[in-house]
């Protein structure tokens, strides 16, 4: 969906169209858009919402009010995963309490799962079989399930004549509890994509946030903003998870490296697959770096190394080349013929390469290893937005 905003203060500087959720590429030029209609707060709500596009119907009521645009864009991603069934029971729960502000939908898209609803009267087997699994956490035994009687659950429930009547559907709150887990300033905990590390830092507004990199630099920096950090020294991680090989966060002393680095780092190996993955762990112990920097560096020059996997001596380089790289023709009744050890010896010449528990890596840029880990000047911390780094 689309939500166009603007300053309703000053209608004449125009209107910012921005796609929800915002993707991570358009993070900052979104935000950049808003900027320059002097909205787009941290926490205030400060975006009028002309006009919301292609946005599930009960989302319309939101036309025409004052919105927080992190706020909109959180509950966006956290709606993004609904099911069909999910929306219908979001949209019916909002007009059966009567729900009409953003806060109050985002705790509803995280609690409103145990509800029950009915689109569709004409199956009651599969009516009745969603109900139970609603008042029983979500999951039963599958030889349990396969033995309900459906409809005739579908039927009890409906002759408790509990069901309230919406324009999405009749809903059943079966206890629903709104549970307040956002509050204003720092989102629950949502991984909305698979995220490389999971922090939980201390706030002195919501006590534990829980951040999930990589994210778009300027997200972060909102993000710690709305926890009410305004200086990275004051930043204290309590705890801490990395998906990361295990190469990276064994060399890393995470409470050091600044939090950008560190989503420096996880934004340049996010993208990588299994391979590049184990190919980087093996560059890591060839390269013995000490920083996040030098990481991240080494991750995104991985195209200068080359490695061959398992290698362990010169005749298995040797062998690698001459029967696997396809860079000759090999010949199977010549393979007593092949010294490849020798071959190894020769080819290996002024290259700078070494044996690690992963295989074999070779360096082939045309920097030295420590200029390659350097640190460039514009690398270096500097004022990001109103956080002081």
Not at 54 to 76: G, H, Q, S, Y
């Amino acid at each position: 969906m689309q939500v166009m905003l603007c300053n309703r203060e000053h209608p004449e500087y125009g209107v910012a169209t921005i796609p929800l959720p915002i993707p991570d590429e358009e993070y900052a030029h979104c935000m950049g858009l808003l900027e320059a209609l002097e909205i787009g707060d941290v926490t205030a709500h400060d975006c009028y919402l002309d006009q919301i596009i292609d946005a599930p119907p009960i989302l319309d009521m939101l036309e025409k009010t004052m919105v927080n645009i992190d706020e909109l864009d959180f509950l966006a991603r956290s709606m993004d995963r609904f099911t069909d069934e999910e929306l219908a029971k979001f949209q019916c729960m909002t007009v059966a309490r009567g729900y009409k502000d953003v806060m109050t939908l985002i705790n509803l898209s995280f609690c409103c799962e145990t509800s029950t609803v009915i689109t569709d009267f004409s199956d009651l087997e599969a009516v009745g079989k969603s109900h139970y699994m609603n008042i029983n956490g979500g999951g039963v035994p599958s030889d349990v399930y396969r033995q309900l009687n459906g409809e005739g659950i579908a039927r009890e429930l409906i002759a408790g004549g509990e069901g309230i009547v919406t324009p999405y559907g009749v809903i059943y709150e079966n206890a629903m509890r709104l549970e307040p887990l956002y509050g204003g300033n720092s989102f629950p905990p949502y991984a909305d994509q698979a995220y490389l590390m999971e922090f939980e830092i201390d706030s002195p507004r919501d006590g534990g946030v829980v951040i999930f990199l990589p994210q778009p630099e300027k997200r972060l920096e909102r993000l710690i903003e709305r926890a009410g950090i305004r200086n990275l020294a004051d930043l204290n991680i309590s705890s801490w998870h990395s998906d990361l090989p295990d190469a990276i966060y064994t060399c890393l002393d995470v409470q050091r490296e600044g939090i950008f680095e560190l989503n420096r780092l996880c934004s340049a190996a996010h993208s990588m697959d299994e391979a590049q993955r184990e190919k980087l762990s093996a560059v890591i112990l060839y390269a013995e770096p000490k920083y996040a920097m030098q990481i991240r560096h080494l991750a995104e020059n991985l195209d200068q190394f080359y490695f061959i996997p398992g290698a362990t001596d010169l005749g298995d380089y040797g062998r690698h080349m001459i029967k696997e790289s396809g860079h000759y023709e090999y010949d199977d009744n010549l393979d007593w013929y092949y010294d490849y050890e020798q071959y190894a010896k020769d080819h290996l010449k002024g290259e700078s390469y070494k044996f690690c528990d992963g295989g074999l890596v070779i360096y082939r840029g045309t920097l030295s290893l420590a200029e390659l880990m350097m640190e460039e000047p514009a690398e270096q911390e500097q004022m990001m937005g109103g956080i002081e780094c």
